[in-house]
């Protein structure tokens, strides 16, 4: 059997980029057209042509990483200049009927919905500007209900239906690490084609200790025709939304998703066994995760690497009058409070001024044998998830919450959007608090 090709294509240096790692997004022409002729070669040396998948009158659709609301100097999303070039590199060089871009940010209510994302992030304008027949708002849309043979976790899913209509689909992530699966890259990406039901169920609920496996699982329900790796600018550190900056100048592609986020792993200086759902999706048979199992064309992944610092997911004892109990749970509670709490410190608010302001917080999730309701006497308790309730240390729990300062409770298993809405709400403190 023959190795699925990936492609490895080092893009000339936009000239927009060191003004855009300093914090000053610019689209430059000339810099689309680079970022174009990457793309264009990347897709030749790993598939020949776009009509090795595009046929004559079928629909196509784009679906980048749109993860947040969030600015293109967030790093958090991809470059607009790549869907951009991307979505024009298709337009002009398939026989596509229509070309779309569409996606759903993995926040939902509480980091604003697609049509805000897409405009914050510039990429609506991007794919507007790169020819895009639409930008398809995917939770404007309806889901069609179905079931994924082979699941081993998520056998039932809601998908969204221009998702499950398109003839073609082209996934395009982002460069990144992430705090829950190591990185952000075509397996991670398909978490934007279900919908977020809050506080748990489809989405949300996609984010426990099987996290890995029902991304795996989702893309069991349709692969990608073709995954193009936005590697212009990656985000290193404490990703997907808290990182920062690391200048590649790549463009990955190929038609088996698990290979490209292999080889894109490794130009990262990360092994794909790192991240969860790469491990899954080869477990399963979905592709290869070795390099000897690919035919790596274009530049060598050696002459490209570099080491992307890796994100570290604990929450404990990182910040003086913050203090989290989590003795057991599971990761869903225990990274999407450390993203919260990231988010936080990066928002700008002075952290020291603010707990002396508001007092200190201790946050709890799941079951605490050895907590001690004393420690919460005064303070502001932060209570995340819902499995605390199942554990013998519930009424430990309830005494706490009887004596802290303030009660905020964060329900749902594994509560995602705790990812936001935690961050939220003590902005939104700081804010009463004229800080």
């Known amino acids: 059997m023959s190795k699925p090709k990936v492609s490895i294509v080092k893009c000339e240096v936009p000239e927009g980029n060191k003004g855009f790692i300093a914090g000053k997004y610019t689209r430059l022409d000339a810099d689309v057209q680079k970022i174009k002729a990457a793309v264009a070669k990347a897709v030749e040396l790993s598939i020949g042509s776009l009509d090795a998948i595009i046929k004559e009158g079928q629909t196509v659709l784009i679906k980048p990483n749109l993860a947040f609301q969030a600015p293109p100097e967030s790093f958090a999303v991809v470059d607009p200049r790549t869907v951009e070039a991307v ?19 993995s926040l939902g209510m509480h980091v604003g919905r697609a049509r805000p994302a897409f405009e914050v992030s510039g990429m609506g304008e991007a794919a507007r500007l790169g020819g895009a027949d639409d930008v398809i708002l995917f939770d404007e849309c309806e889901t069609v209900d179905v079931d994924i043979p082979g699941a081993k976790i998520f056998k039932h899913a809601k998908i969204y239906k221009p998702f499950v209509d398109a003839d073609v689909i082209i996934n395009l992530p982002k460069m990144k690490v992430h705090l829950a699966n190591m990185v952000t890259l075509g397996v991670k990406n398909w978490n934007g084609i279900i919908p977020n039901e809050h506080p748990s169920g489809q989405q949300q609920g996609a984010h426990r200790i099987d996290l890995g496996q029902k991304m795996a699982d989702i893309l069991k329900y349709r692969m990608a025709d073709l995954t193009i ?25 190929g038609q088996n998703t698990v290979a490209v986020d292999a080889v894109a792993c490794r130009c990262m200086g990360i092994y794909p066994e790192e991240s969860p759902a790469i491990r899954a999706a ?27 610092r890796r994100p570290n997911d604990n929450p404990m004892s990182n910040y003086h009058g913050m203090d989290c109990y989590f003795q057991q749970t599971c990761p869903g509670c225990y990274v999407n409070v450390r993203g919260a709490l990231d988010s936080f410190v990066i928002c700008g608010v ?67 959007y705790i990812f936001s809405k935690i961050n939220t709400d003590l902005q939104e403190a700081a804010k009463n608090l004229k800080l």
């Not at 290193?236 to 990955?252: F, R, S, V």
């Not at 300062?405 to 964060?410: G, I, L, N, R």
């Open 282 to 308: 080869y477990n399963d048979g979905l592709g290869p995760k070795e390099l000897e199992d690919i035919d790596v064309v274009g530049e060598k992944v050696a002459d490209v690497m570099k080491v992307f």
């Open 229 to 253: 790796v936005d590697g212009i600018i990656g985000m290193e550190g404490q990703g997907p939304h808290a990182g920062t900056p690391i200048e590649m100048n790549l463009i990955l592609a």
């Open 350 to 416: 002075d952290f020291d001024k603010f707990i002396q302001a508001y007092g200190e917080i201790v946050v709890l999730a799941g079951g605490c044998p050895d907590f001690d309701p004393e420690v919460a006497r005064g303070k502001n308790l932060m209570i995340c998830g819902d499995c605390w309730k199942l554990f013998p240390s519930k009424p430990m729990v309830e005494k706490a919450a009887e004596i802290a300062k303030s009660v905020t409770y964060y329900p749902g298993c594994a509560p995602v």
């Open 87 to 105: 979505t024009a590199y298709v337009k002009e060089n398939s026989k596509a009927a229509k070309v779309y871009v569409g996606d759903n940010p």
